[in-house]
């Protein structure tokens, strides 16, 4: 029998598969010096490769500013996916006056809740006199 030839999906300069990715592009106005299909694509496949919007609108012969806009007009979805999802309701998570007290202390260590301020998930645990916590960040029992 004959040997099965292995394809090899082809990589782009950082070893992803651009096949892999189900593109679709911003739905535009056709122009003849717009934002098409093929121009946003090739813009991708530019951007991909320089890592530089500049460069890469250069490449097909538009501004880096429309990129800019193209990137947030409407059906760009892509945007949405870049966030995290929010949690359906953020303020009952904790109560109030918790709320309160860890935004504080956040707000005093640059953004971020010191590790004893947090559980094991990395979520805020209330501040509670009657609870000493250890150097680790667990409760100690009396």
């Known amino acids: 029998p004959a040997p099965i030839a292995e394809t090899t999906p082809a990589l782009d300069a950082h070893g992803h598969d651009p096949a892999a990715y189900d593109w679709v592009p911003v739905l535009k106005k056709r122009r003849k010096d717009g934002w098409s299909p093929?121009?946003?694509r090739a813009f991708i496949e530019?951007?991909?490769d320089s890592g530089s919007v500049a460069t890469?609108?250069?490449c097909v012969n538009m501004s880096e500013s429309s990129a800019y806009r193209l990137r947030r007009a409407p059906g760009a979805e892509a945007l949405v996916?870049?966030?995290p999802e929010p949690p359906a309701a953020p303020a009952a998570l904790m109560a109030p006056g918790d709320l309160a007290v860890a935004l504080?202390?956040?707000e005093l260590c640059d953004g971020e809740l010191p590790h004893w301020y947090r559980d094991?998930?990395?979520d805020a645990v209330?501040?509670?006199p009657a609870?000493?916590?250890?150097d680790d960040g667990k409760a100690e029992l009396r």
């Open 131 to 134: 609870m000493p916590m250890h």
């Open 38 to 40: 093929d121009k946003q």
């Open 104 to 106: 504080e202390v956040a």
């Open 46 to 48: 530019a951007l991909a």
């Open 56 to 58: 890469a609108a250069r």
């Open 81 to 83: 996916y870049l966030h």
């Open 126 to 128: 209330p501040a509670s």
């Open 120 to 122: 094991d998930a990395g």
